[in-house]
């Protein structure tokens, strides 16, 4: 379940970043979103890596997708 649309025009969610995204993060808090419930970051193909790192550490990732196949899922 998606509960966020990607616009036409994204950018990184790194901070600082106005790269175009190539990646769409899911995640979630489980303190405080039901388990289906997905938010996303967008990531350049530079901060991939850390943005997943970071919520990877706090056990929110749950999964990384293709910008994309991220679109096309949504259709």
């Known amino acids: 379940?998606?509960?966020?649309?990607?616009?036409?025009?994204?950018v990184c969610s790194a901070k600082?970043?106005?790269a175009d995204a190539e990646w769409v993060l899911a995640w979630?808090?489980?303190?405080?979103?039901?388990?289906?419930?997905?938010?996303?970051w967008l990531?350049?193909?530079e901060h991939?890596?850390?943005?997943?790192q970071?919520?990877?550490v706090r056990g929110f990732l749950k999964d990384v997708v293709l910008l994309r196949e991220w679109e096309e899922q949504g259709d």
């Open 48 to 52: 991939r890596e850390h943005l997943s």
């Open 1 to 10: 379940m998606r509960d966020e649309a990607v616009s036409d025009v994204v």
């Open 28 to 40: 979630n808090n489980p303190k405080i979103h039901t388990p289906e419930r997905r938010k996303t």
């Open 16 to 18: 600082g970043c106005h």
């Open 54 to 56: 970071f919520l990877s």
């Open 43 to 45: 990531a350049c193909e």
